[in-house]
């Protein structure tokens, strides 16, 4: 246990969401162990009494994180509600409990996966594994990022911004770490077999991570060989997917994809209808920002767009298609495939960019990294159009 | 007048079958704050009378729904049957599906209370209010003979078969055909009072205080449920039936093969979800109003046989044709015999005696358990019969499902301290240790595990309490259903209180266990695990558990769930769970 602590308190260093030596992870069986020493400990020991949990991640997060999370809990005194994919279907909210202490913050956690408390920082517990705090953690600030920016945006829209979301926009975005233009030099395909497949996925899967193309390491990642469409598993880390890669046969002759990713169906709807090789899906933040940006305000699916949104829309030309998570009758298993077949590339809205390639994995981190660099561009652009 | 209640009726119906008389309790609220329904509720009102033997007529046979059953929250259409085991003699609970809870709750009941024994051969018939114990001619008869006769749209029914009735404790209650309380000899339970049915009419609907909010509740968790892909993927439970873990099982060197002895079968590639689909060309079906639906059904009326079933009665006898598996399941539904004990008092002969299972041999050995003959008293009666009580692969009595221990630590302690015995259910450490769901853990340590094994069982209590059908926790949790919850019933309540509810339930089964003797003599496994390695390869090393570890893993476990170094309740425990320890 001790272990898995370490592991995902430094993860969370490795990513830049915590300064190094911040993160504080406990872990429980019957003794209670922590990644490292530090008198905040004592007050989080009591929540494992107070909560049926396993494990906890608390920590505060590094810039811009911190500042974002401090304005959203000061406008959003009881929760905070994004309304990207990842909060609609896992989070749903985020409560702000105000005081650091056991006994405040045994009530929301005990309905909520993480909360955020305004100048200590964000705390996620697990019942199975402190992999669980780690990723709510992530998710947490994501959505925030994701919020934020999205206000921002909409404010300027409405001619509602104020000084002091101004002001803290603006340190915010000066502090956003520099574009990163050039794409990796990932393994030339087509791949001689299934070992050089399950490498090539684990290289991107680790580039995707690495350009910070993701919320905290998840997405998913595929590679056609033949009949078979090699997935990552559900829930794998993108940055670690040896052994969690599941071959799955396009005619259903087995069912090893029940691990495989949620959007399995989605990929080979892909495969199904273009001649592609590889798939990338990331969660660039820009690019699910735009996706959820719409001057429409008066449109009557306004609220449902995740679902009901029945416009062609764009963003610089790449198709931005509405659908949940996984299969039904609103499951993006529906509307990507044909968007990716036609145009290599479609972001989902609210959810994240899928890219396509026809040789190996080069092609669609292009696109990737292109769509979102080009994102970012437009937002500021029209923030700046918005701003005059 | 109309209950005030929501989500719960207020009203327990009493059967005594000795007099015929029916009678109506009324749970104070208290009853059902502390303990919700379900299988909470069913212990509570078994408690009081737990150590009479199972075939006391003053020890009560318990049926009850929770309070979301039959409401519009996603799979939430259970009940729970508990009693006394006659396979076990422990606790033994099964979530029964198809319609009956379901229908039970609109008739205006929250449990049904049998007790008593009758003269004669009899059913309960219950429509609404009306509620008769009736003289059968149905005594002999198949199940599917009592399901020809009763059932009919609107109605559902409870049947037990000529197992049950011959005395065999691995007989089940089935349910509207192709639904069944499996485990433990529940229908030789019933079948000793005489009881050969229960049929159910309810015409009312379940009250619901803010359908509004239900919506919203159930709009998260469908949205949950459409994200899993082991549930509504496209090689998932809704689209293959829980078959789907057929291959999985086997490409994780878990499948049990040859009553343990291996765990990999050489013939899984012809016998997995996608074999039965294509040969039998099966549409899916599912429980009273639920959108997974996990069941499969053949164009020629039979089901395709649930995962467990799938294995057992291939892997594990060593038989390589799908249509025999076919054709056991079926009839094990005809006579009411649970398929994971028939299989496995089958391999544990096979393994004693040589006898092969084959098409002749395997429906003359089912025929044989359901009328009396040497296997009927499952495999441990046999083993210890043959002076081998090792070569019976059951914990407590209850045989093992189709998941080899060796595989998954957090399995193997699971199957360990199950208050009813060798199965998962109560954990589903599954989830986690093979499913990645809602994370993966390492499948080989017991590092973690106790906890996460005791976590696991208070939210299956509850989620057993509430009604709702355990899979549909593979992607939804006590956060999302905390909602229902409070949209239906009106009361407040987070997951992490419901979830403390479940300690509670869980706790009250194990006092109950204790009191009948049992402890950690009881929480073990056979012994072949800690000596025999499972079938490595393929990067995979699958060596005996290590006992030294299996038991501080346990030690950990009792520490965890507050009982003492022997497995047995502790007063401050029970005083900190406000439950009584002694009888």
Redesign the interface.
Known sequence: ?KD?CAKYARKLEEQGVCAPGEPLVG????VLVWNREDPRTAELARLFDR????SLVFARPAEPYTSIIDFLAARNPEAIRPEDTET???L?DIPVCREFSAEAL??P?????SVIIPGHGVIAP????P??GF?FFSSTLFSCFVLFFSDYLAALRRGAVDDEFRRVFERVAAGLPSLRTEPPDLADGPFADEDAVVAAMAEAGRAVVGYGLVDSFFGNISCRAGDVVHIS????SLDELEGCIDP?PLD???????????E??AH?GVYRSADVACILHGHPRFSVILSMDCARADCPNRGRCHVACAECRTVEGVPVVPG?????P??LCNTLPPAVAASGVAVVHGHGVFASGRRDFNEPFSRLLGFENRCRELYFERVADLSR | MASPLCGWTGRVLHVDLSTGEAAVFHPSPRVYARLLGGRGVAGHYLRAHCTLDWDDPDLPLCFFTGPLTGTAAPASSRGVLLTRSPLTSAVSDCSVGGGLAVRLKRAGWDGLIVTGKSDVPCGIEIADDDVRVVETGLWGETTDAVFDRLSGPGTSVAAVGPAAENGSPLASVVVDRFHAALRGGPGLAWAARRLKYVSVRGTGAVRVRDEGALAAACE?I???A?????L?????FAS?GTG?????MD?RRMMPTDNFRATRFSAA?RL???AYRRAYRPEPFGCEGCHIRCKLRAADGRAIPDYDAMAHFSALIGNDDPELVMSATALCGRLGLDPISAASAMACRRELTGEPCDGRTVPLALHDMAHGGPLSGGSLDFAESCDRPELSMSVKGLDLPAYDPRGAYGMALAFAVNTRGGCHQHANPLS?E????????DRFTF??????LK??E??NAAADSLGVCRLIFLAAGL??Y?RAYTAVTGLEA????L??LG?RICYQERIMNSLNGFGDCEDDLPPRFFSEPGASGGGVEMPPLDREAFLAARA?YY??RGLDESGRPTPETAGRLDLELEP
Not at chain 1, 27 to 30: A, T
């Open positions: 246990m898995l872990g429980l069986d019957d909560l049926s949990i396993n609609r279907t896992f749903h045994a009530g956690l005990a309905r909520r996966k697990g019942t199975v594994s992999e669980q990723v598993q559900t829930g794998s799955c259903g002759s087995t069912t090893h994809g029940l691990t495989a990713s949620s399995l169906s080979e949940e998570v996984g299969t039904g609103t499951g | 998260a469908r949205r949950l459409a994200a899993s892909p082991v509504m993927g496209r090689h998932g293959r789907a873990l057929y291959d999985l490409s590639p997995n979800a996608e986690h093979v499913l990645r769901k809602p994370v993966a853990t590092s973690g595990k106790a906890r996460i976590i696991a208070d939210q956060e999302e905390a987070s997951g992490g209180e979830q403390a300690e950990r520490r965890v």
